[in-house]
């Protein structure tokens, strides 16, 4: 069973750093692209990160470009998003996804998708 956990969400002011987790577990980590979305109230969810598992090739949404990192941690099967210099307009639930090794950051491309954390980020 594909299952994905994420963590690491909370409440910080505006400039300040998160990490979140996801946990993975089900399948093999280099055969998927992990990608992290988030959704602000009222709003579509929208992609924010992604590293594939074919070549750990990372993408990143222009609005989080230079202040998020993605990286993983192969051993333990996580994801990680390193997210620095937060502002409000961050403030959303976080969620994390697997999808096809290729995927980049088109959330149709996911088939597996965790709980979501949430962050808020305040002024």
Known sequence: EVQLVESGGGLVQAGGSLRL??????????????????????????????????????????????????????????????????KPEDTAVYYCAAGPADATIKEDEYDYWGQGTQVTVSS
């Open 21 to 86: 987790s996801c946990a993975v577990s089900g399948f093999t980590f280099d055969d998927y692209a992990i990608g992290w979305f988030r959704q602000a109230p009222g709003k579509e969810r929208k992609g924010v990160s992604c590293t594939t598992g074919s070549d750990g090739s990372t993408y990143y949404a222009d609005s989080v470009k230079g202040r998020f990192t993605i990286s993983s941690d192969n051993a333990k099967n996580t994801v990680y998003l390193q997210m620095n210099s937060l």
